[in-house]
């Protein structure tokens, strides 16, 4: 019997269609499912990007003003910051978020970031509520960061009528294409008072120094003195350029100098960092120290009168001098304790008998 070919199509049967009907029903279902899960607004933010975290607007300045109040400032940024980022608001809603954020990071002690924050505030939106306020807020975060000509220059600005030309934006020299304005001299004179105060750091509060730093800023107050220290500036500057094109650094001479040099800050700095730690001289401590050492504060009396006698000084007019011989003892103390610590640690040894001259004796005299 002879085979034929089939060359039909097997019909499809009624039940797996009716399946893949369904099931074809059931993806599009999921599908609509996910589309509204992804594209619905819910209102409500990530919290660090934990999806298990999730807050409604509301909830997280709630507790960003409990973070406050617990004087957890910084986590307290981030949820505003969260917050800000996440919420359509209005102009003058942004400004006073921001505000928000630059008020803590101030009572953070993070003044450099308080102050970038003030300035967003007021650049977001001119609102005649906080514009006091930040001109105070500004004025208190220079102070304390002890940038006395930024905030001098800071307070010309908020009072011109000129908006077109900062404060001390006039140019005092060029080096070559590099302009030197008024203010990058005055912040260049701040500077190296910053450096000279340095070694008292230790010993200072932070009060102390930046009234120490005002006393010093005076002595610069005159033309005459800032065009001194511009002119010696500049005479350093381009000696230190030139020696750096003819690779002076390379010479063995200049080496050994700068790795001494960099051995000295570096201790005189560790050591710093330790009498920082140590050292905590207070006002009741500066008079125990007078009252004890009372008879090394007597003004002697005078050779050219009989009847002079000697007289007691006064705590004010010592006070000065008390607190720096007290501060003086502490540190040496601490000086030595540290010194021996580090000798032990590092298992140092002197053998004095090398460097001890041999007691001749006398019948080789």
Known sequence: MENKLDFSLPQKKTKNSAASFIIIILLLVLIGLVSINVFKPTGKSLLNGNSQALMTPDEMKGLASKLAQRGIYERAVVLWKEYL??????????????????????KANMYEEAIEYFYRSETTS???????????????????????????????????????????????????????????????????????????MSFMTAEQRNEQKKQMLEQYKTPSAKMQFLQSYLAQEILYRDALEQEMTQEPEVKSQIEEMTRQVLSQQLMNKELAG?????????????????????????????????????FNEV????????????????????????????NIIV???????????SNDM
């Open 85 to 106: 980022a996440n919420v359509n608001l209005t102009d003058i809603e942004r400004a006073r978020g921001l505000f928000q954020i630059a008020s803590l990071y101030e």
């Open 126 to 200: 001119k609102a005649a509520e906080l514009e006091s306020q930040i001109n105070t807020h500004i004025k208190d975060c220079f102070e304390k960061l002890g940038k006395f000509s930024a905030l001098r220059y800071e307070l010309m600005d908020r009072t011109s009528f000129n908006e077109q030309e900062g404060a001390g934006s006039e140019v005092v020299a060029e080096i070559g294409p590099e302009k030197i304005t008024q203010a990058d001299l005055d912040a260049l004179i701040e500077q190296t008072i910053d450096i000279q105060l340095t070694p008292l």
């Open 278 to 314: 140590k050292i905590n001289v207070t006002e009741t401590d500066v008079q125990t120290y007078y009252q004890a050492n009372k008879d090394k504060y007597v003004e002697p009396a005078k050779e050219d009168d009989p009847n002079s006698v000697p007289t007691q000084k006064t």
């Open 319 to 346: 006070r000065e001098q008390v607190t720096s011989e007290l501060i003086n003892s502490k540190s040496r103390d601490v000086q030595q304790a540290y010194i021996k610590q580090l000798m032990d640690k590092y």
């Open 351 to 361: 053998h004095t008998s090398v460097l001890t001259p041999a007691v001749q004796d």
